[in-house]
T-cell receptor, first 111, second 114 residues
Framework: KNQVEQSPQSLIILEGKNCTLQCNYTVSPFSNLRWYKQDTGRGPVSLTIMTFSENTKSNGRYTATLDADTKQSSLHITASQLSDSASYICVVSYNFNKFYFGSGTKLNVKP | DSGVTQTPKHLITATGQRVTLRCSPRSGDLSVYWYQQSLDQGLQFLIQYYNGEERAKGNILERFSAQQFPDLHSELNLSSLELGDSALYFC?????????????FGDGTRLSIL
């Protein structure tokens, strides 16, 4: 069964700290994996897109990793800021143009 | 601002009714995607259009239909509405039709069924 599972469901960290969010998937055939940031009441914003052959991709303080063999991805946020408080969603594209979404990790950065 | 415009922002209607949600993609984008986000099921891919043609289909119900017009705007039609159709409906656009293209999301239409 095609699934995308994210952990943890929610996370509270102090401003300035680093954190890592996890995404495990069983989707096949795999096309690419994306990470999105979604603020409450807004549309998702793309952070990274990785294909099968890419292991790491960075976007500012966000670094995503992909292990296609173990079907795991992580999103590392460095030096967190209050504006990083949002839901982070992992999306796996399969069969070229279809998408499976994880349920997201809700991150709360406290001052 | 993503450049993707969705109207209306909010829609309240009753069970059994029909509604149309509208999406204007970013200038130059040929692909439009529709997604549904509900509290119990998260985000789900519904359908993709590329330059007026249906490109991919996800979990779109038979009561729902979409189209993309020659000016590239798209409409999502929802009919025989049920309470469970209450959700945020997002439209996204990308330049090309391939799945590795970055997608730019609008801020959604919140549909409430009473």
């Amino acid at each position: 069964k095609n699934q995308v599972e994210q952990s943890p469901q929610s996370l509270i960290i102090l401003e300035g700290k680093n954190c890592t969010l996890q995404c495990n998937y069983t989707v096949s055939p795999f096309s690419n994996l994306r990470w999105y940031k979604q603020d409450t009441g807004r549309g998702p914003v793309s952070l990274t897109i990785m294909t099968f052959s890419e292991n790491t991709k960075s976007n500012g303080r966000y670094t995503a990793t992909l292990d296609a063999d173990t079907k795991q991805s992580s999103l590392h946020i460095t030096a967190s800021q209050l504006s990083d408080s949002a839901s982070y969603i992992c999306v796996v594209s399969y069969n070229f143009n279809k998408f499976y979404f994880g349920s997201g990790t809700k991150l709360n950065v406290k001052p | 601002d993503s450049g993707v415009t969705q109207t209306p922002k909010h829609l309240i209607t009753a069970t059994g009714q029909r509604v149309t949600l509208r999406c204007s993609p970013r200038s130059g984008d040929l692909s439009v995607y529709w997604y549904q986000q509900s509290l119990d099921q998260g985000l789900q891919f519904l359908i993709q259009y590329y330059n007026g043609e249906e490109r991919a289909k996800g979990n779109i119900l038979e009561r729902f239909s979409a189209q993309q017009f020659p000016d590239l705007h798209s409409e999502l039609n929802l009919s025989s509405l049920e309470l469970g159709d209450s959700a945020l409906y997002f439209c996204a656009s990308s330049v090309g039709g391939a799945s590795n293209q970055p997608q730019h999301f609008g801020d959604g239409t919140r549909l409430s069924i009473l």
